[in-house]
């Protein structure tokens, strides 16, 4: 198994510009999450799905999309990056029923917007 | 709302200490208790979970933690700090069937040789 992948490893992005955070899992996990972390704040729940089809926000969901149409996949879209979207992103997986398995991370975007 | 409080943000140690790092979380039904590591410039790593039995858990390179219902407390525990235990560590909570999984603010664990 791969776990959790992220594409891209890096990005620098411009003030207004729009771009996709790709994110795959192959445990057919059925619960996927995308996390913002950033220096004193931990790290913060952006949205999450508990299956495809299904998604709903979390803690700091403001300028961000996400859909899933796979178990899979779960991108994260940025419509219109602004600076205080820099930040480290993480997606993450598991089963989505309590008590049976933990979270597994991916190796994370650094994204850095101008 | 869910909340999960870490009261230590930055810890300084001397290698061979010993090292408690609290958490306390808000949440008054079934929980999930988590805590992860993470090394600089790497993702999060699990150290140990509790879902049930007992509540004294251990993980991985010598670290446990104490469940404690009644202070809705999970602190995490090491006898003898090592120089390769500089990490950020942080507690998580995950309650309910959705999968959703709350951190806290996390600690920096710097450990002197």
């Known amino acids: 198994n791969a776990g959790v992948t992220q594409t891209p490893k890096f990005q620098v992005l411009k003030t207004g510009q729009s771009m996709t955070l790709q994110c795959a899992q192959d445990m057919n996990h059925e619960y996927m999450s995308w996390y913002r972390q950033d220096p004193g704040m931990g790290l913060r729940l952006i949205h999450y799905?508990?299956?495809?089809?299904?998604?709903d926000q979390g803690e700091v969901p403001n300028g961000y999309n996400v859909s899933r149409s796979t178990t899979e996949d779960f991108p994260l879209r940025l419509l219109s990056a602004a600076p205080s979207q820099t930040s480290v992103y993480f997606c993450a997986s598991s089963y989505r029923e309590t008590g049976v398995g933990e979270q597994y991370f991916g190796p994370g975007t650094r994204l850095t917007v101008t | 709302a869910q909340s999960v409080s870490q009261h230590n943000h930055h810890v300084i140690l001397s290698e061979a200490a010993s090292l408690e790092l609290g958490c306390n979380y808000s949440y008054g039904g079934t929980v999930n208790l988590f805590w992860y590591v993470q090394y600089p410039g790497q993702h999060l790593q699990l150290l140990l979970k509790?879902?049930?039995?007992?509540?004294l858990v251990k993980g991985i390179k010598g670290f446990e933690a104490e469940f404690i219902k009644s202070k809705f407390s999970f602190n995490l525990r090491k006898p003898s700090v090592q120089w390769s235990d500089t990490a950020e560590y942080f507690c998580?909570?995950?309650?309910?069937?959705?999968?959703?999984?709350?951190f806290g603010q996390g600690t920096t664990l710097q450990v002197k040789p």
């Open positions: 509790y879902f049930s039995g007992d509540p």
């Open positions: 799905s508990v299956g495809a089809g299904i998604t």
């Open positions: 998580a909570v995950r309650s309910g069937n959705t999968g959703k999984l709350i």
